[in-house]
């Protein structure tokens, strides 16, 4: 594999990283995956979301991890720990996105190791996501050591307007 890194960007980092985040979203979008917009969709019409994330990460309510291949950011995961105060042991795994270019290259494996990582630096054993039902990011979770919950239908929509289902995971990791 070429030099990957995988790190969790500061505040300052994660103003700078918007351009190479935006790309990551849009193309993603545009690969079909349901990942909360609708096609098409631009990256200029992503920096507005990552926007949002450079906030809640200065505000410290969400971790965001990215992996560097060869110096350029192609892929991301965020973990949010604003949780409410009868919660402060769970945290919420959130967009993990892969640039197709980099797909099945083991960036996706590296992120979540370090969304685990991340998650027992701020106490959370407790994490939890929801994924588009029949996708290919679906079948990756239970490798990945997460246990599958449930299906909601017509949870949300594809990114060509048709319903997708979502299917929940948590995951529980050993406490010391
Ligand atoms: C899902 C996604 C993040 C996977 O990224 P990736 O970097 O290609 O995944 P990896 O190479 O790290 O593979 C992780 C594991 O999943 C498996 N895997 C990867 N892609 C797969 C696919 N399309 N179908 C089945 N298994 C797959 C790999 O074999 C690997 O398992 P292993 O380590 O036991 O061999 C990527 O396809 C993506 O960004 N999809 C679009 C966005 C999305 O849907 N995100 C999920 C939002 S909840």
């Known amino acids: 594999m070429s030099n990957v890194t995988v790190r969790t960007l500061t505040p300052s980092e994660t103003a700078a990283a918007?351009?190479?985040l935006a790309e990551i979203l849009s193309d993603c979008v545009e690969g079909g995956a349901s990942v909360g917009f609708m096609s098409p969709y631009t990256p200029q019409?992503?920096?507005?979301?990552?926007?949002?994330?450079?906030r809640a990460v200065a505000e410290g309510s969400t971790v965001l991890i990215v992996a560097?291949?060869?110096g350029e950011i192609l892929g991301t995961v965020q973990l949010g720990i604003g949780t409410m105060p009868n919660q402060p042991h769970r945290a919420d795994l959130k967009k993990l996105l892969v640039h197709r270019k980099?797909?099945?290259?083991?960036?996706?494996?590296?992120?979540?190791?370090a969304a685990d990582a991340e998650a027992r630096r701020h106490g959370r054993h407790v994490l939890v996501l929801d994924t588009a039902t029949g996708s290919p990011a679906e079948s990756i979770y239970e490798r990945l050591g997460w246990q599958r919950v449930g299906?909601?239908?017509q949870y949300a929509l594809m990114p060509d307007g048709s319903y997708c289902g979502s299917t929940f995971f948590y995951k529980s990791l050993p406490t010391d």
């Open 102 to 113: 980099a797909r099945g290259l083991g960036l996706a494996r590296l992120l979540m190791d």
């Open 18 to 20: 918007l351009p190479e």
């Open 68 to 70: 560097e291949t060869d």
């Open 45 to 54: 019409e992503a920096i507005p979301y990552w926007e949002g994330v450079a």
């Open 151 to 153: 299906v909601i239908p």
